[in-house]
């Protein structure tokens, strides 16, 4: 009914950037919320960021002033442009949209396959 497809992980040094991206698609009607999450080995899944429509986001105190979480409505995509990394930014990074599907009244969460980001010299 939906697929989320995630990109852009990777290997980083401290410092540097990266922009995560995800498309959904699929059978969709709405996409409320868009976020992202991320869970670090022997962690439990943080939330990073959502943004609701295209006006008003949340971050994770940890991410505030280095994260910013973006979306094209027109191409049911978000992205996470992560600048000043953190080894301790290092983890799986998950996308989450909260949809309603054509035909359906109410909205449901979908989750991507993760995608790795380590940050490490």
């Known amino acids: 009914q939906v697929q989320i497809v995630e990109s852009g992980g990777g290997l980083v040094q401290p410092g540097g950037s990266l922009r995560l991206s995800c498309a959904a698609s699929g059978s969709i009607f709405r996409i409320q919320n868009m976020g992202w999450y991320r869970q670090a080995p022997g962690k439990l899944r943080e939330l990073v960021a959502v943004?609701?429509?295209?006006?008003?986001?949340n971050y994770a105190d940890s991410v505030k002033g280095r994260f910013t979480i973006s979306r094209d409505n027109a191409k049911n995509t978000v992205y996470l442009q992560m600048s000043s990394l953190k080894p301790e930014d290092t983890a799986v990074y998950y996308c989450?949209?909260?949809?309603?599907?054509?035909?359906?009244?109410?909205?449901?969460?979908?989750w991507g396959q993760g995608t790795q980001v380590t940050v490490s010299s």
């Open positions: 989450n949209i909260a949809a309603t599907l054509t035909g359906y009244l109410a909205s449901h969460a979908y």
């Open positions: 943004i609701h429509s295209s006006v008003f986001t």
